[in-house]
């Protein structure tokens, strides 16, 4: 049986979560959002693409699996022994998917009607493994497809570059779904091994949102659990490479179809090793910085328009994670190189008091619009929810921390981060 369902207000948003954990260690959150027709579930595992090296407890040797692995899992829940779990959502009108990036692993679903059923069967086919030396085999075929497609798309490509330029060691640099010979490499034992280890219900969470009965949902989740008896694991020890503060590669470029160039270009961020609000704090606040100096209103963005070395597929973004962080730029540009050289220039003669209190209070009012428009969206709530709970922040908290950023904050963020010597160009030429 759960313990008891217990409240969170957060009135600056005038949201109320619910939260109970189960007695097998499953965390529920649940976002009721009356008068939505839209209901959407996420049940997800802390375990990604950077895991490919770790301790299970009691056992002293540490367990080395293949590139690839946690997408390669992600792929072969949807298979059961009679039938596709897809279809078992398209019966109840439900549309499933799932994704695996760096760091974990989410299966999800969007309804109008049938949403407890629907619940019962992402709770259930995720819980349920069906691999076989047979299906394990086929689905290589398919994922060496998949490979081999993102092999040719530009932007995949100088985003990976790009990382590849500024990781030496550590697994970011390798793309999620692995390479057609890490894939080979992989069998059902492995599989099982790490399915039975990541998916142990207190490395998961179940974030759903919309018009929900709670007490509903979460008497579905807990019927839909299976019996078995988890024991209490104490964690698994993950291993990461030491990573030097340099970049690997000023420079990286490749040649495709494209009908244009396109670049990435990054900024390794070094202050790395925690999580929790330290890190939130960090991840708003060079958010800020980046829309200060990156943002359609700068200085900055008007000289690269102007010059016509940028277009409105230009974009920027910060990723924050416990073991690397960085930023990146990007888009299409007649001329990366000249536009890394005007970028690296116009920062290095940037002083911290450049960077005003107007343009400070400016760009983050942007960002709270953003994220306050962006909450209609129940996908974007719950897949940032879940990304951010992994990292030991609650992402509902935002206005808080947002609204007590100062403007030293940033202008630190600026002095610490954005550095020539870790500033990476990724270029993508036409053939």
Not at 51 to 63: C, H, K, M, Q, V
Request: charged share 25%.
């Amino acid at each position: 049986m759960m313990d008891s369902i217990k409240e969170f207000r957060f009135s600056k948003i005038r949201e109320t979560l619910h939260y109970t954990k189960l007695r097998n260690g499953l965390e529920v959150f649940i976002l009721p959002k009356e008068g939505y027709s839209k209901q959407f579930a996420v049940f997800a595992t802390n375990f990604g693409s950077i895991d490919t090296r770790f301790t299970i407890p009691g056992e002293d040797e540490a367990t080395s699996v293949p590139d690839g692995i946690a997408h390669f899992l992600e792929h072969k829940l949807f298979e059961e022994e009679k039938g596709n779990v897809f279809d078992k959502f398209s019966k109840l009108g439900a549309s499933a998917n799932a994704y695996t990036n760096f760091t974990n692993t989410a299966y999800l679903f969007s309804s109008t009607s049938n949403f407890y059923q629907s619940l019962e069967v992402l709770v259930k086919f995720v819980q349920n493994p069906y691999f076989t030396d047979q299906n394990v085999e086929k689905e290589k075929g398919i994922i060496g497809q998949e490979i081999r497609m993102y092999d040719d798309n530009g932007e995949w490509r100088s985003f990976f570059n790009l990382l590849q330029g500024m990781y030496k060691n550590h697994p970011v640099r390798i793309d999620i779904a692995g390479d057609i010979e890490s894939i080979k490499k992989i069998d059902k034992e492995t599989l099982y091994k790490c399915y039975n280890n990541f998916y142990h219900p207190d490395n998961m969470v179940l974030f759903a949102a919309g018009d929900i009965d709670i007490s509903r949902a979460v008497q579905v989740i807990e019927e839909s659990l299976d019996s078995r008896v988890h024991e209490r694991k104490s964690g698994i020890e993950r291993h990461y490479p030491w990573e030097p503060a340099e970049v690997a590669k000023e420079r990286v470029e490749q040649r495709l179809s494209v009908s244009q160039p396109l670049f990435n270009i990054g900024f390794k961020d070094n202050d790395v090793g925690y999580g929790g609000e330290r890190m939130f704090v960090k991840d708003i606040s060079t958010s800020i910085l980046l829309e200060m100096i990156f943002g359609k209103g700068s200085n900055l963005y008007e000289r690269m328009y102007r010059e016509g070395l940028i277009n409105a597929t230009f974009s920027f973004d910060y990723t924050a994670e416990v073991d690397y962080c960085y930023t990146i730029l990007g888009g299409e540009s007649p001329d990366p190189d000249r536009l890394a050289e005007l970028i690296s220039h116009e920062i290095s003669l940037i002083n911290e008091a450049d960077l005003t209190e107007e343009e400070f209070t400016l760009a983050r009012n942007k960002l709270l619009g953003r994220y306050l428009n962006n909450f209609n969206s129940l996908e974007y709530v719950a897949s940032n929810f879940v990304s951010y709970h992994f990292k030991g922040v609650n992402f509902l908290e935002f206005m808080d921390f947002i609204e007590a950023i100062s403007i030293d904050t940033v202008r630190e963020r600026f002095r610490a981060h954005l550095r020539p010597e870790t500033m990476v160009l990724s270029v993508i030429l036409p053939k």
